[in-house]
C-alpha cells in the first residue's frame, strides 16, 4: 500500500500586532516632531532671521535652532517607522532601523564623552552661559531660556554668582552713567519668589549689586526691644572681628533673603547629583526603547521577506 505524504500548510502571515505597534508609535512621533519643528521655525520667523542670516553667528547656542534640529530628526525617524510599518516597505523599516542605530550609537557616545571630559563640558558650559548673559536683552529666545533656568530649574543667578551679570551691558554697574534702570541689578528670574505674591515683580532686582541697597523689608523694625536687647547682649560677646564683619555678613544675609546668589553651574552640578538616578533611569529606558524599536522593525522586515520569498 502506498504511503500517504501529509503537506503541512505554510500559515506564516505578517504580524498584524507587531506592525501597527510600530505604526502606532512613530505617528505620535512623527507629528511631535512635526510640531516641534513647527515651533522652532516659528521662532525664527518672529526673530526674523530667514532675512537677517546675519543673526545666526551663534547658531549653536539658538533654542529655537535646536528645536528645528530635533524636530527635524524626529520628524524623518517617526516618518521611516510609521509609513514603512504601513506600507509594509523594507526599505524604509531598514531606515528606521539604522536611523534608531546611529541616534543610540550617538547618545552612548555622548554619554561617555560626558564622564571623560567632564571639565572640558564645564567650560564649554559656563562660556556658553556668559555669552546668554552677554546677549541676554538681543534674543527673546535665549532671554526666556535663561529666565527658566534661573526661575523655575536651578533657582540660581549667573553662572557662578550675581556678579557674572557685570558681563550685560544693561546690568553692568557703569550703565547707570548713560542712564540705565537696571544698572547694578540682576534679572527678575534671579528674584526669589514670595507665595503671598501674586503678580511677578519685574523690577525685584533693580540695584540688589549696589553696595549701598537697602532691603525694603527691613524700613522698620520688626522686633520687640526684649528681643532686639538679648539680641545686643549676645552680639557684644563675640570677638572683635565678628563685630566689623557682622555689617557685611548681614547685608549678604539680607540679599540673599531677594535674589539667589549660588551660580548656575554649581546648582546644575548639585541637580545632577541629587538627581543621578532618574537621569540614568530615563537614559536606561530610551536606550530600551530605541534597542526595541530596531528588533521589531528588524522582525517585520524578516516576516514581509518570508511572504516575499511565497510569491517566487
Request: aromatic share 12%.
Amino acid at each position: 500500500m502506498p504511503s500517504i505524504r501529509k503537506y503541512r500548510r505554510d500559515t506564516t502571515e505578517v504580524s498584524c500586532c507587531l506592525k501597527y505597534v510600530i505604526f502606532g508609535v512613530n505617528v505620535l512621533f512623527w507629528f511631535l516632531g512635526l510640531i516641534v519643528l513647527a515651533v522652532g521655525i516659528w521662532a525664527w520667523t518672529e526673530k526674523d532671521t530667514f532675512s537677517n542670516l546675519s543673526r545666526l553667528t551663534n547658531i549653536a547656542l539658538d533654542p529655537a535652532f535646536i528645536f528645528i534640529c530635533c524636530g527635524t530628526i524626529t520628524f524623518i525617524i517617526g516618518f521611516t517607522g510609521c509609513i514603512g510599518a504601513l506600507r509594509e516597505n523594507t526599505c524604509l523599516l531598514a531606515c528606521y532601523a539604522v536611523f534608531l542605530a546611529l541616534l543610540l550609537l550617538a547618545e552612548m557616545t555622548a554619554g561617555i564623552l560626558f564622564f571623560v571630559f567632564k571639565d572640558w563640558i564645564k567650560t564649554q558650559a559656563t562660556t556658553g552661559f556668559q555669552t546668554f548673559i552677554t546677549h541676554y536683552r538681543e534674543d527673546p529666545d535665549q532671554q526666556n531660556l535663561i529666565d527658566w533656568i534661573q526661575e523655575e530649574w536651578l533657582q540660581c543667578c549667573g553662572v557662578e554668582g550675581p556678579r557674572d551679570w557685570d558681563r550685560n551691558a544693561y546690568f553692568n554697574c557703569s550703565s547707570g552713567v548713560v542712564g540705565s534702570r537696571e544698572a547694578c541689578g540682576v534679572p527678575f528670574s534671579c528674584c526669589r519668589t514670595k507665595p503671598q505674591d501674586i503678580i511677578r515683580n519685574k523690577q525685584c532686582g533693580y540695584d540688589v549689586r549696589k553696595p549701598t541697597y537697602q532691603v525694603s523689608e527691613h524700613v522698620i523694625h520688626e522686633r520687640g526691644c526684649l528681643v532686639a536687647g538679648e539680641d545686643w547682649l549676645q552680639r557684644h560677646f563675640a570677638p572683635v572681628a565678628a563685630s566689623v564683619l557682622g555689617p557685611l555678613a548681614l547685608q549678604n544675609y539680607d540679599i540673599a533673603k531677594i535674589i539667589y546668589e549660588k551660580g548656575c553651574l554649581e546648582a546644575a552640578e548639585e541637580w545632577f547629583d541629587h538627581n543621578l538616578l532618574v537621569v540614568a533611569t530615563s537614559a536606561v529606558c530610551t536606550a530600551f526603547a530605541q534597542i526595541l524599536g530596531i528588533c521589531f522593525a528588524q522582525n517585520l522586515r524578516a516576516d514581509i521577506f518570508a511572504q516575499k520569498s511565497k510569491w517566487h
